[in-house]
Nanobody
Framework: QVQLVESGGGSVQAGGALRLSCAYS?????MGWFRQTPQGAREGVAF???????NYTDSMKGRFTISKDNDKNTLSLQMYSLKPEDTATYYC???????????????????WGQGTQVTVSS
């Protein structure tokens, strides 16, 4: 089991930026971020395989960047040009299961952080 602890959420105005961090106990095949909106919808945000390959949900491409520092055991999500619809609780996730794509369904992930709230006001 991977221990995941997020930080860095907060409130920002539309067009602003935030950087989320996730401290992890050890690296896995796939790590990334999901978010859950106030309406309860859960969606993938960005993911990274242990070879450095990344993928993003289309609406986040060009605005969000995922990165990983294995020396510091930290996964980060840099978010720019934030919109009110980005308001959500953001969760860091991890899994092994290399036979599955890195991304995909939240049900594929056994390890979740506690979440960090991001609120974007218009």
């Amino acid at each position: 089991q991977v221990q995941l602890v997020e930080s860095g959420g907060g409130s920002v105005q539309a067009g602003g930026a935030l950087r989320l961090s996730c401290a992890y106990s050890h690296s896995t095949f796939c790590m990334g971020w999901f978010r859950q909106t106030p309406q309860g919808a859960r969606e993938g945000v960005a993911f990274m395989k242990n070879d450095g390959t990344t993928n993003y949900t289309d609406s986040m491409k060009g605005r969000f960047t995922i990165s990983k520092d294995n020396d510091k055991n930290t996964l980060s999500l840099q978010m720019y040009s934030l919109k009110p619809e980005d308001t959500a609780t953001y969760y860091c996730v991890a899994k092994e299961k290399p036979w599955q794509p890195c991304g995909g369904s939240p049900y594929w992930y056994n390890d979740w952080g506690q979440g960090t709230q991001v609120t974007v006001s218009s």
